[in-house]
């Protein structure tokens, strides 16, 4: 059985992304895992997840908080870097997911050993994936019937069961990507802030790759849109003409008369450079930071095992006399079969983290375990914290 990463990032809105976490814990079957990223909310996201974990003890959750806004594309990433699944699905935090909708967009991968992406229909989506004539409109999170949904989705899945249609693309309101399609082409390409076009880019990127794309007929996903637009008073349309112009001027398109236009124009190309093609993950090389005690044992253990950490240095402060701390990482290492391994750079500092954190240059990833006592924030753009 496939190992599904979920990746949902989030700025701000929690009753939007408690109800969408929500329905993916009701309607979801393991095994599989969730990576909040939380975008710079106002007010971090922890405490509410930790209650939210709690209720749900058997769903396996991590936590990702940057200080500052990194757009979509750069939310995604870092949720894509973490991230250990088979396929790896991006989802915004205003849907709200309905039974059957994960193995409705797997079912396609069985069928076409070439697929790379497959999206759901919605109501709220752009291009071929509108249902023009669905029934359900809820106004906010606490409008929203899921009785009512959950017979919607059933009765258009019984419809339109086993249908798919490949296409050049599909909306990032949710791709369900195949880890394969990572490996070949990296993340989302940030330049595109704070959204609109990335999934496009993506999308162009896979099937140059030589993959293919679907809209998977019989999974429903509902959709409020465009909720972080509107609660950080972006301009949706001046956003939109921003990136219209990124996308052009890096896959050189002078002019378009309609989206399918973006994709035919690049696609009968022979040569594509390959700085277009790949969006490196890590791409800022960040430093892997553990603060050392006995309860963070689990996690070193998990950033070891993690086989896109592996070329990253790893750095661990403690209080207690290192020598002591290297006898315990090395014996940690040995079970794991990994002591001789020549990819983990493990170096073990004596001070506080923030110390660590002042005197490096560079970016961190600084690690904790999820729960309530690490809740302290490290300030600057350059620490992202990961709860796991």
């Not at 396609?108 to 023009?132: A, D, H």
């Not at 949710?174 to 390409?189: H, N, Q, T």
């Amino acid at each position: 059985m496939s190992f599904l990463s979920i990746v949902i990032p989030v700025k701000d809105n929690w009753e939007y992304t408690e109800l969408c976490l929500k329905s993916i814990f009701k309607y979801t079957d393991p095994p599989y895992e969730v990576i909040l990223v939380d975008n710079g909310s106002r007010n971090p996201l922890l405490e509410k997840l930790l209650k939210l974990k709690n209720r749900n003890p058997q769903v396996d959750l991590k936590y990702i908080r940057s200080e500052v806004n990194l757009g979509f594309a750069g939310g995604c990433n870092r949720g894509i870097e973490l991230s250990r699944g088979d396929f790896v699905v991006i989802l915004n935090n205003d849907t709200i997911v309905s039974p059957g909708w994960l193995s409705g967009l797997l079912r396609v991968f069985e069928k076409e050993p070439k697929m790379g992406i497959t999206g759901p229909r919605s109501n709220y989506v752009s291009g071929p994936q509108l249902i023009r004539d669905c029934p359900l409109y809820f106004k906010n999170p606490s409008d929203v019937d899921l009785e009512k949904l959950s017979l919607y989705s059933e009765s258009f899945k019984r419809e339109n069961e086993g249908q798919y249609v490949k296409q050049d693309f599909v909306i990032g309101l949710c791709m369900c990507i195949k880890k394969e399609v990572i490996e070949a082409i990296g993340g989302f390409d940030e330049r595109f802030y704070p959204g609109n076009f990335e999934d496009d880019d993506f999308c162009l990127r896979t099937k140059l790759a030589g993959f293919e794309i679907a809209m998977a007929c019989d999974t429903f996903i509902y959709h409020f849109g465009e909720k972080t637009f509107e609660g950080e008073r972006f301009d949706y349309k001046r956003t939109l003409l921003e990136n219209l112009m990124r996308f052009m001027e890096k896959w050189n398109i002078d002019q378009v008369n309609e989206k399918g236009d973006l994709y035919r124009k690049v696609l009968r190309r022979r040569l594509i450079p390959t700085e277009n093609l790949i969006y490196p993950l890590f791409k800022d090389h960040p430093y892997i930071l553990l603060e050392w005690n006995r309860d963070e044992e689990e996690v070193l253990s998990y950033l070891v095992k993690h086989f896109r950490l592996k070329s990253l240095p790893v750095i661990l402060t403690t209080k207690e006399d290192p020598e002591k701390v290297m006898m315990k990482t090395q014996e940690l290492l040995g079970n794991l079969n990994l002591l001789d391994d020549p990819n983990i750079n493990i170096t073990i500092l004596k001070g506080e983290t923030s110390q660590v954190l002042n005197e490096f240059k560079g970016k961190f990833y600084l690690f904790r375990k999820l729960k309530s006592e690490n809740s302290k924030a490290h300030e600057g753009s350059h620490v992202i914290q990961v709860f796991v």
